[in-house]
């Protein structure tokens, strides 16, 4: 199993106490589940993170993770992180695919047509 960071996510090793990239202790972090965390850094101000954690949870299938990804989709402007949240959302569960067009409008960022079921 691969170990993350709970603050920033990236791999760090099982052992390790203080996260090499960020810092943060992961003794202190406190007592959320996985996917809560996960879930919470969805909104992590350094861009990266947020892809990082899309995928994650799209590994996890974390169906809790579906109603706040939707919502983040909502507000967000980065490409990159729509696309990875996008992408992530339909590993999770296909069937969003309505759903999510619905929230990106008739003029999704172009990387999304990538995506499988988002080709015209
Ligand atoms: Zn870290």
Redesign the pocket.
């Known amino acids: 199993m691969t170990f993350y960071?709970?603050?920033?996510?990236?791999e760090?090793d099982e052992q390790i106490i203080i996260?090499?990239?960020?810092?943060?202790d992961q003794e202190k972090l406190d007592k959320e589940s996985y996917v809560e965390k996960l879930i919470r850094s969805l909104n992590h101000p350094e861009p990266s993170t947020p892809v990082r954690v899309a995928g994650i949870l799209a590994q996890l299938k974390a169906k809790d993770a579906v109603p706040p990804m939707l919502e983040k989709l909502k507000t967000e402007k980065d490409p990159f992180i729509i696309f990875a949240i996008v992408d992530a959302l339909l590993k999770i569960d296909m069937n969003l695919t309505q759903e999510i067009q619905k929230i990106l409008g008739s003029n999704p960022p172009s990387i999304i047509k990538n995506l499988k079921g988002f080709s015209e």
């Open positions: 960071c709970s603050n920033c996510w990236k760090i996260c090499p990239n960020c810092g943060a």
